[in-house]
């Protein structure tokens, strides 16, 4: 459904307000710890004339700060709490700042021999306003810093200029160096209490402001960074038919995975093979395939879809940062995708688009080295793939490294035995370390598929048992016919494979040893994404 103009927003109820409010509390304290520690300073410096009043209170305040600051660094309070702390701590640190100002006129007096009322009148009257600029500007501060609506934002201003008027009101010099209650009959009466009002009103006013437009433009980025019901935090990537946000569930604060079609990418056929991607891929339910949640359109046409969000590095990483994999660890990530590819195949579907980057390791439900298959954006229905409009003819449909021949020559002769041979490429990039064929051009490695048989594992200098590689090799035949016929044939073959098993101390050793590298390496196109509104009743 889509938020009314006066709810509230869901972040702002739940914990991520409750973190924020709390770090944000902390930094105000911050500011005003060094802002009286350098008060204090400039007192210190003169010190040597006069040890008074201001230089105490400079000191106790800095040192308030400072300890209200370590309070909400510490812990995670409820956001209750934090509301009723935030309020007495105001009062109570201002309360005790009301009287600087007073101090202040103390020295000021002493120094300057004020002698005559109408001097000390006049000092009096300068420090008082002086001081409530001082004030102004630290509430400003806090309306500036601190998450809060405008109207708790007045009565907050409003109960912090309580003690600032009041105190230069009816707190006087007492002539000896202190203070003193200020007599009624005084000549202050009634105008400084009514002039130091009406500028505190402008305070409020100012500060309701400054409260509203910040408070505002939050709720903004808030909603600008929705997608029905999912909250996008950051890009993590991107490919082909669209760009992948880090997002979380709004309600459930479950981790997700939105992929959305690119602005760029929006053509009419780019949408209905985006689409058909979900709808596809939401039919298969294989553990070692990706889990797609749910999905829409923004309101600005763009379709996304939601899926769960992988712990892991995809195979082209692990390569790259651990080079050639032993074959046991081949042979379970193999075994894992045949699975996968079973699914798929059993009710139509061939992936197109298999390779390194499309199949992740990761650790789900405490197991290490779970593989996913990821991104049927090239998905190919065997029953209806006759739309010119999807599947366009002389363009290549995949990735020329792991492209079976009969995919190059005519992608929609392609069954699910060109998978099989991709997965032969994958497995070979595995143990070798490297591409099956490398060329200079599409043209040469695609001509190299055609009519150039892979190298033996020998010839690469890397040593494979005789059974796996003629596997890996035999998913390489240039003939569909002389490969595995199907991906669950393909998994007993591996299965019967002489070869030690892949065992999760074997995956934790490696994690541990390969995870700072992993973890150094920034996710691509990673940072402050572009923001999205959407109008979630629409999805």
């Given at each position: 459904?889509?938020?009314?103009?006066r709810?509230?927003?869901?972040?702002?109820?739940?914990?991520e307000?409750?973190?924020?409010?709390?770090?944000?509390?902390?930094?105000?304290?911050?500011?005003?710890?060094?802002?009286?520690?350098?008060?204090?300073?400039?007192?210190?410096?003169?010190?040597?004339?006069?040890?008074?009043?201001?230089?105490?209170?400079?000191?106790?305040?800095?040192?308030s700060?400072?300890?209200?600051?370590?309070?909400?660094?510490?812990?995670?309070?409820?956001?209750?709490f934090?509301?009723?702390?935030?309020?007495?701590?105001?009062?109570?640190?201002?309360?005790?700042?009301s009287?600087?100002?007073?101090?202040?006129?103390v020295?000021?007096?002493?120094?300057?021999?004020?002698?005559?009322?109408?001097?000390?009148?006049?000092?009096?009257?300068?420090?008082?306003?002086?001081?409530?600029?001082?004030v102004?500007?630290?509430?400003?501060?806090?309306?500036a810093?601190?998450p809060?609506?405008?109207?708790?934002?007045?009565?907050?201003?409003?109960?912090?200029?309580?003690?600032?008027?009041?105190?230069?009101?009816?707190?006087?010099?007492?002539?000896?160096g202190?203070?003193t209650?200020?007599?009624?009959?005084?000549?202050?009466?009634?105008?400084?209490?009514?002039?130091?009002?009406?500028?505190?009103?402008?305070?409020?006013?100012?500060?309701?402001?400054?409260?509203?437009?910040?408070?505002?433009?939050?709720?903004?980025?808030?909603?600008?960074?929705?997608?029905?019901?999912?909250?996008?935090?950051?890009?993590?990537?991107?490919?082909g038919?669209?760009?992948?946000?880090?997002?979380?569930?709004?309600?459930?604060?479950?981790?997700?995975?939105?992929?959305?079609?690119?602005?760029?990418?929006a053509?009419?056929?780019?949408?209905?093979?985006?689409?058909?991607?979900?709808?596809?891929?939401?039919?298969?339910?294989?553990p070692?395939t990706i889990?797609?949640?749910?999905?829409?359109?923004?309101?600005?046409?763009?379709?996304?879809?939601?899926?769960?969000?992988?712990?892991?590095?995809?195979?082209?990483?692990?390569?790259?940062?651990?080079?050639?994999?032993?074959?046991?660890?081949?042979?379970?990530?193999l075994?894992?995708?045949?699975?996968?590819?079973?699914?798929?195949?059993a009710?139509?579907?061939?992936?197109?688009?298999?390779?390194?980057?499309?199949?992740m390791?990761?650790?789900?439900?405490?197991?290490?080295?779970?593989?996913?298959?990821?991104?049927?954006?090239?998905?190919?229905?065997?029953?209806i793939?006759?739309?010119?409009k999807?599947?366009v003819?002389?363009?290549?449909?995949?990735t020329?490294?792991?492209?079976a021949?009969?995919s190059?020559?005519?992608?929609?002769?392609?069954?699910?035995?060109?998978?099989?041979?991709?997965?032969?490429?994958?497995?070979?990039?595995?143990?070798?370390?490297?591409?099956?064929?490398?060329?200079?051009?599409?043209?040469e490695?695609?001509?190299?598929?055609?009519?150039?048989?892979?190298?033996?594992?020998?010839?690469?200098?890397?040593t494979?048992?005789?059974?796996?590689?003629?596997?890996?090799?035999?998913?390489?035949?240039?003939?569909p016919?002389?490969?595995?016929?199907?991906?669950?044939?393909?998994?007993?073959?591996?299965?019967?494979?002489?070869?030690?098993?892949?065992?999760?101390?074997?995956a934790?050793?490696?994690?541990?040893?390969?995870?700072?590298?992993?973890?150094?390496?920034?996710?691509p196109?990673?940072?402050?994404?572009?923001t999205?509104?959407?109008?979630?009743?629409?999805?």
């Amino acid at each position: 459904m889509a938020l009314s103009a006066r709810s509230t927003p869901a972040s702002d109820s739940g914990e991520e307000a409750r973190a924020f409010l709390q770090a944000r509390l902390a930094l105000y304290w911050k500011v005003l710890f060094f802002i009286m520690l350098v008060a204090s300073g400039l007192a210190l410096a003169g010190a040597w004339k006069r040890i008074g009043g201001d230089l105490v209170m400079d000191l106790l305040l800095a040192v308030s700060a400072a300890g209200l600051w370590w309070v909400c660094r510490r812990g995670a309070y409820s956001l209750r709490f934090l509301r009723w702390f935030e309020s007495l701590a105001l009062l109570l640190w201002f309360s005790c700042a009301s009287l600087l100002p007073r101090y202040t006129l103390v020295g000021f007096a002493e120094e300057r021999r004020l002698a005559t009322a109408e001097g000390a009148l006049y000092a009096d009257a300068y420090l008082s306003i002086l001081g409530m600029v001082g004030v102004a500007m630290w509430v400003s501060l806090r309306a500036a810093l601190v998450p809060s609506s405008p109207w708790r934002t007045i009565a907050h201003t409003a109960m912090v200029g309580v003690p600032t008027i009041v105190t230069p009101s009816l707190v006087m010099p007492d002539g000896a160096g202190g203070l003193t209650l200020r007599p009624l009959d005084s000549a202050v009466f009634p105008w400084m209490p009514a002039a130091l009002i009406m500028v505190w009103f402008f305070v409020m006013l100012t500060c309701a402001v400054i409260s509203k437009v910040i408070y505002g433009l939050r709720a903004e980025i808030r909603e600008a960074r929705r997608l029905g019901q999912y909250v996008l935090e950051r890009k993590i990537g991107e490919g082909g038919m669209g760009e992948v946000y880090r997002a979380r569930h709004g309600m459930m604060r479950r981790p997700t995975a939105l992929k959305l079609l690119r602005a760029d990418q929006a053509a009419e056929s780019k949408m209905i093979r985006f689409e058909r991607e979900v709808q596809l891929t939401a039919r298969l339910t294989h553990p070692n395939t990706i889990t797609i949640f749910d999905y829409g359109r923004t309101d600005d046409g763009i379709f996304y879809y939601a899926m769960e969000l992988l712990d892991g590095a995809n195979l082209q990483r692990v390569v790259d940062v651990g080079g050639a994999q032993p074959e046991a660890r081949v042979v379970r990530i193999l075994t894992m995708a045949c699975g996968a590819l079973a699914e798929a195949h059993a009710i139509g579907l061939i992936h197109r688009d298999i390779k390194p980057a499309n199949i992740m390791l990761c650790s789900q439900g405490g197991e290490r080295d779970v593989v996913k298959l990821l991104d049927f954006g090239l998905v190919k229905e065997l029953a209806i793939d006759g739309d010119a409009k999807v599947s366009v003819a002389n363009t290549l449909t995949g990735t020329p490294q792991y492209m079976a021949p009969e995919s190059i020559v005519d992608a929609d002769s392609a069954d699910p035995r060109a998978d099989l041979y991709a997965l032969g490429a994958v497995a070979y990039f595995l143990l070798a370390g490297g591409e099956v064929f490398r060329g200079k051009s599409v043209v040469e490695v695609c001509s190299q598929h055609l009519h150039q048989p892979p190298e033996p594992f020998a010839a690469r200098g890397v040593t494979v048992s005789a059974e796996l590689e003629a596997i890996v090799l035999a998913c390489l035949e240039k003939d569909p016919a002389r490969r595995p016929q199907s991906a669950l044939e393909l998994r007993r073959r591996l299965e019967a494979c002489a070869v030690e098993p892949w065992g999760d101390e074997h995956a934790r050793q490696w994690w541990l040893e390969h995870q700072a590298a992993l973890a150094g390496d920034a996710a691509p196109g990673s940072g402050v994404g572009r923001t999205i509104a959407v109008d979630a009743s629409r999805s």
